[in-house]
């Protein structure tokens, strides 16, 4: 992630950067490491003479290796049959681009040039945490000709550390993230409240059933199960998984969900199925019973909620006795949110997490199943779930010769002052995988980042 790091209003030059690495804009006139260091100086004397923290400072982001939670200049695409709204690094030499949401191909001359996202780079009080995202002085320059990168902390002090399967180990404990760290991390798959046309013109939905839409119903912003009272047997809505980038499969067929990123869709890589899912919503009939369910694990993972009883039911595979954890109903409606991300179940109510229980069942390797790979299920109306969301967690690859792969596993020993430093977007990032001293010092870290600018 190249960073750009305003300290000077006046006019200004760039140093050359590598690729996807950093660098820092500084003033014509000055050596940019002997104004760097004034600049920290003055502020740290500030902080000791009046007691407060530096103020912090504005700067711009370029580059892609942390999208898509920070970005340089890019541009964006209205979708003209799904009207979802994307996001493209700047130079891209195609003619169409797919959106990532359903898949239409949108002619290049759609595409609109848009800025590079404004951060605040704040005071580093405090030891940094995981998952935390830092400015840092890059291992790849020299002390004259600095250069500021932006990545984000995954290894601590005195860790050891392993990339393996997509997610990041500990001490051979794959490392679980708190509700509020994996909503950081999410990465969007699928907005249902933006459906393609089907040819005759109405809107096709990935979501489809073995019964009848008789009982469920798509409205202009989520489904419902429209039926009073129960019904003769549970009505399942079977989420079915599309490609947002070229694919050899028809547009509409379901595939596995994989790693694929949409900001660069250019990438030739071996692409890695990615079990690590989140589905977002707001249930607007607080009373309703319902039931998600998960189907990228050779055993089936549900979560029911059930108001009547004040239970959340979790079931792994045909198991005769489900797991049953209270939980407060909420009297209105409310937002939730179920996830697998970590080989872990998490379930939020209104962003609160009131579940966290772990998953044992190995991956599913049957493509097929994969291209399904979660479910809605109600044996009873009516349910109405509204502007449901669907996201994959950081799917982290390991490198080796240059090649980067799911396959390679990588260990890391951090020493006891040393942070191991990923970006978000690993297949376009240059970071602790690649700097000859995999750990970063405490030294180099200059702040911790804050995002100014909207979505």
């Given amino acids: 992630m190249i960073f750009k790091y305003r300290l000077s209003q006046q006019v200004m030059r760039s140093l050359p950067a590598a690729a996807d690495d950093a660098r820092i804009v500084v003033h014509r006139n000055y050596r940019p490491a002997r104004e760097i260091l004034c600049v920290l100086l003055c502020s740290l004397l500030l902080g000791l003479l009046t007691g407060c923290q ?7 982001i370029d580059g892609s290796s942390m999208a898509p939670h920070l970005y340089g200049a890019h541009s964006e695409l209205v979708c003209e049959d799904c009207g979802f709204r994307a996001r493209f690094r700047l130079d891209l030499a195609l003619e169409n681009l797919l959106c990532p949401n359903c898949g239409a191909a949108n002619p290049a001359t759609r595409l609109n040039k848009q800025p590079s996202l404004q951060v605040a780079v704040e005071h580093l009080a405090g030891q940094p945490q995981r998952w935390e995202i830092v400015a840092f002085y890059s291992p790849t320059t020299s002390q004259e000709s600095p250069r500021l990168a932006v990545k984000r902390i995954v290894g601590l002090p005195g860790e050891e550390l392993k990339i393996a399967e997509g997610d990041l180990w500990r001490d051979g404990q794959r490392l679980a993230k708190s509700w509020e760290e994996q909503r950081e991390l999410a990465i969007l798959l699928r907005d249902f409240d ?45 989420y079915q998984h599309w490609a947002g980038y070229q694919s050899a499969q028809p547009r509409f067929a379901p595939i596995p969900v994989l790693d694929a990123q949409s900001f660069d869709p250019r990438e030739a890589r071996s692409l890695a199925p990615v079990y690590d899912l989140l589905l977002s919503g707001e249930v607007m009939t607080p009373q309703a019973s319902f039931r998600i369910g998960f ?3 050779e055993q089936s993972i549900s979560c029911e909620f059930s108001p009547a009883t004040g239970k959340l039911i979790v079931r792994e595979g045909a198991a005769e006795r489900p797991e049953e954890f209270t939980y407060i109903p909420p009297a209105t409606a409310y937002r939730f949110g179920v996830s697998t991300f970590d080989r872990q179940l998490t379930v939020a109510i209104n962003n609160r997490p009131v579940l966290q229980w772990p998953i044992t069942s190995p991956p599913q390797q ?41 396959a390679v596993e990588q260990t890391y020993r951090l020493g006891s002052n040393e942070f191991l430093l990923l970006g978000d977007n690993p297949q376009d990032s240059i970071d602790s995988r690649d700097w000859a001293q995999a750990g970063l010092p405490k030294s180099r870290l200059l702040g911790r980042i804050r995002r100014l600018s909207p979505e």
Avoid: C
């Fill in 295 to 297: 189907e990228q694990f």
């Fill in 366 to 406: 049957d493509r097929q199943r994969l291209g399904s790979p979660l479910y809605l299920e109600s044996a009873e109306g009516p349910v109405r779930l509204r502007h449901l969301q669907l996201f994959r967690d950081v799917h982290y690859l390991g490198r080796a010769g240059g090649e980067q792969s799911p």
């Fill in 194 to 238: 933006f459906l393609p046309r089907s040819d005759n013109g109405e809107r096709r939905s990935p979501w489809s059933t073995a019964n009848t839409w008789a009982a469920w119903k798509l409205l202009a912003d989520g489904v419902e199960l429209n039926s009073e009272g129960a019904v003769p047997s549970p009505m399942r809505l079977e």
């Fill in 54 to 60: 530096p103020p912090p400072r504005q700067a711009i």
